[in-house]
């Protein structure tokens, strides 16, 4: 297609301009980036991260309508570019939004009142593009509509700007785009981070959901050629089936499935103005929902559209079918007709979002059954250590849910609690999103034959606290929680005891080795610090923990700092799945280097006291596609050499540690075990019950407690082997999520450690995206 001719003006002006020296916007990184993924088969000239900054300060210097602004920092530092564009005209009705966005969540049936007294009011619409770094049309297709939007004057660009504030994520992932990599530095997915939001990219774009409530997200993505009908190419949301119960999807897609085909509408009358034949004669595109029994579900809220439908807001991802022009003005036009029906039934698109919210306080949720959703969940404060509860409270907080806590002592239920306990009163306007993080989760294997991603995310479970659902009415008086305290306490003179609880007691464990601290562990796997209260209190104010004094037994063995390394994953199959145990790793205090299959080939482990594999066992394999050979060894005899590497490191008394299916494969293909490896299938995932053993593998678990299988392994001809752990023995072994013919699993060895070797194979996704934090000690009994 032509580019328009405002973009060609403008980008001869900024090359002969230069920027003031005290420019508030931070300067671009100028060492160059890496033009182009192997990833794509196209390829085209799209606008890099460098030169975004240049382009978006003269719009905001040339356009009365465009305001630039920093609204957060990639994973490396580079800025997150927002623009927000309004006319000036209507600043009363912008003003007006937000009266109506404060009575949303604190009297939405008020709020119902107003936006009836004040049908002038501006909403919000949130475009965010290309979070998936080779996803490269959004940004360009974004810099598009902030060129109509900043500065056209015809009837419709006016209309929607008198009633509609746009606020534009640029370039969602800026580390991405600078890359080509779909992930951001630290390899995180972060359209796959939002129930987590372990990243500063996603905590940057929800506190923006938060704070605007935006009635629509639109969300660019690529590339989606041809999935159904023929001459559909591309995808618009909404979703197929299974459908989460904690939305309300009568009032979201009454509107959605309409949406949708208006912007399906809108990209049929442009075919004639698009270059390629594939879009010259698309008859439609492809909408899950519509056209689709399944296979492109929203079911866990961990993509940017699916979370801001828990706010109420219309979300939708936008898949364009190709990685070019054509791509890109798909997206400009799809962007177009969503807006022009936000434009024609805008009073009842916000009504029907604030009746979301009135439907939580009320308690009131037509499509679940009677006592789907609990009166309250109480969360009880953990004298010992409170560091899980404290994250799990003010993640509440951040996302907009109400918390409170109690000013008193209580009784619910029976049980008595005390002052300090933490209440999340379900009668709230966000219940769906209260709900969401916090219920047990469901089995939906029998719903639907295979999920896009995963089915089970359970907060309270897989973060370690707990979240006590109450079906009778309380009455307790409390204060709203704003911002949780960090505050451990110090008792005593020393040695200190730090129990083996969470991440937060390893690290420190970890942070005072790093110190010079002699620190023991004994049988039980807690730790002794022998250090002066001074140094101690320091670092244990920044923590939840309670650390008291206490003898050190005799067995406990003294400690070192440890030297781990963990195999480099750079995105073989358009997946990192290394990248959660790395940073679970880092959370647990452990110094961690990746290391590429090549460097252990070719120089070997001895440089580290651990070795961890959580990947693809293709890692090692030379026979790879062009995309993926960078990632992947090069040869037969570097294969080879990688496995002799392996059991040199091994027979040196290096701990290696398998994680998952893949690292499991390795230790069998490199003879460091016997075991059978058994695989469930690839899509599967969920909670799972666990008979945890006694066993310096499990210190810290009860004997019944819970873990998380994603691509499900677990392991047969244990003979030979210490079993540390095995799923449960029982047919209800499988908690929530999806997982087909799991009953050849039940009661199997998941965790196992050789008896001669140093080689522990963990079948449990320990460091699952960043996510699992009450599995992470699992990695780190293994290495300490």
Request: proline share 4%; glycine share 8%; charged share 25%.
């Amino acid at each position: 297609m032509k580019r328009p001719i405002i973009s060609t003006l403008l980008s001869l002006s900024l090359f002969t301009g230069a920027l003031p020296a005290a420019d508030v916007l931070a300067e671009s990184n100028k060492s160059g980036e890496r033009k182009h993924s192997l990833f794509n088969t196209e390829k085209y000239d799209y606008i890099t991260y460098d030169a975004l900054k240049q382009k978006l300060t003269n719009y905001a210097k040339t356009s009365s309508r465009v305001n630039l602004s920093i609204t957060g920092k990639s994973s490396t530092g580079k800025d997150l570019y927002t623009v927000t564009i309004e006319d000036s005209e209507s600043k009363s009705s912008a003003e007006k939004y937000k009266t109506l966005r404060k009575l949303m969540t604190d009297n939405p049936v008020k709020a119902q009142q107003y936006l009836k007294d004040n049908p002038d009011v501006k909403a919000p619409i949130l475009i965010h593009a290309s979070i998936h770094g080779t996803e490269f049309v959004g940004t360009d297709a974004v810099i598009d509509l902030i060129e109509r939007f900043g500065y056209e004057n015809d009837k419709e660009t006016k209309e929607i700007l008198k009633n509609f504030t746009l606020i534009i994520n640029v370039n969602a992932n800026p580390d991405g785009r600078i890359d080509a990599t779909r992930f951001n530095a630290e390899g995180v997915d972060l359209n796959r981070d939002f129930v987590t939001q372990s990243q500063l990219e996603t905590k940057a774009v929800v506190k923006q959901i938060v704070d605007y409530n935006p009635l629509l997200l639109l969300d660019l993505h690529g590339y989606v050629k041809q999935r159904g009908a023929a001459k559909h190419p591309g995808l618009i949301l909404p979703g197929t089936p299974p459908h989460n119960p904690n939305y309300e999807y009568d009032l979201l897609y009454k509107w959605m499935n309409k949406q949708a085909e208006a912007m399906e509408s809108e990209l049929v009358s442009e075919r004639e103005n698009y270059e390629s034949e594939l879009y010259q004669t698309m008859e439609g595109t492809h909408i899950p929902l519509r056209d689709s029994a399944s296979g492109w579900d929203v079911y866990p809220p961990i993509y940017t559209p699916a979370y801001a439908m828990l706010h109420g807001g219309y979300g939708y991802t936008l898949e364009a079918p190709t990685n070019d022009w054509d791509g890109v003005k798909w997206q400009v036009d799809a962007v177009s007709g969503a807006l022009k029906f936000a434009l024609q039934n805008k009073q009842g698109m916000l009504s029907d979002q604030i009746e979301v919210f009135v439907r939580g306080a009320k308690g009131e949720h037509p499509n679940n059954e009677e006592h789907f959703y609990p009166e309250a969940y109480v969360i009880p404060e953990n004298k010992e250590d409170n560091s899980v509860v404290l994250k799990a409270v003010q993640h509440l907080v951040d996302n907009d849910v109400k918390v409170e806590k109690s000013n008193q002592s209580f009784t619910l239920d029976g049980n008595r609690y005390e002052k300090g306990t933490y209440i999340v009163d379900m009668d709230q306007a966000k219940a769906g999103l209260a709900n969401v993080f916090l219920w047990d989760g469901e089995d939906i294997t029998n719903d639907i034959d295979a999920m896009y991603d995963i089915s089970a995310w359970n907060l309270p479970e897989l973060w370690g606290f707990d979240a006590i659902e109450s079906h009778e009415e309380l009455k307790v008086k409390s204060t709203q929680v704003k911002k949780v305290v960090h505050a451990g306490k110090v008792t005593g003179s020393g040695p200190y005891v730090i129990p083996n609880t969470s991440v937060e007691a390893v690290s420190l464990v970890n942070s005072l080795l790093k110190q010079g601290v002699s620190i023991k562990k004994d049988a039980k796997g807690n730790f002794y610090a022998n250090a002066n209260r001074e140094q101690i209190q320091r670092e244990v104010q920044k923590t939840g923990l309670s650390v008291q004094s206490g003898k050190i037994p005799n067995e406990a063995v003294a400690l070192k700092k440890k030297k781990v390394a963990i195999l480099k994953d750079g995105g073989l199959g358009k997946v990192q799945s290394h990248a959660g145990t790395k940073l679970a790793l880092e959370r647990l205090g452990f110094d961690v280097t990746e290391v590429h299959p090549r460097e252990v080939a070719n120089q070997g482990l001895d440089a580290y006291d651990a070795f961890v594999y959580s990947g693809s066992a293709s890692l090692v394999s030379y026979k790879q596609s062009e995309a993926n050979k960078e990632f992947a060894l090069t040869s037969e005899e570097e294969v080879k050499a990688f496995y002799e590497k392996l059991n040199q490191f091994v027979q040196g008394k290096g701990k290696f540690i398998a994680v998952g299916a893949g690292g499991s494969q390795i230790a069998k293909a490199a003879g460091l075990t016997d075991v059978e490896v058994n695989r469930g299938f690839s899509s599967s995932n969920g909670i799972v019950n666990v008979e945890y053993k006694d066993s310096p593998l499990t210190s810290g678990y009860k004997q019944e407690d819970i873990g998380f299988v994603y691509s499900p392994v677990w392991y047969t001809n244990t003979d030979n082997v210490n079993v540390a752990a095995t799923f449960a023995n029982s047919d209800d072994f499988f908690v929530a999520g999806h997982w087909k013919d799991r009953n050849n699993a039940k009661g199997q060895a998941v965790i196992i450690h050789e008896k001669e070797k140093p080689v522990t194979l963990i079948g449990i996704e320990a460091g699952f995206r960043n996510h699992t934090d009450h599995l992470f000690r699992l990695l780190s009994n293994s290495i300490h």
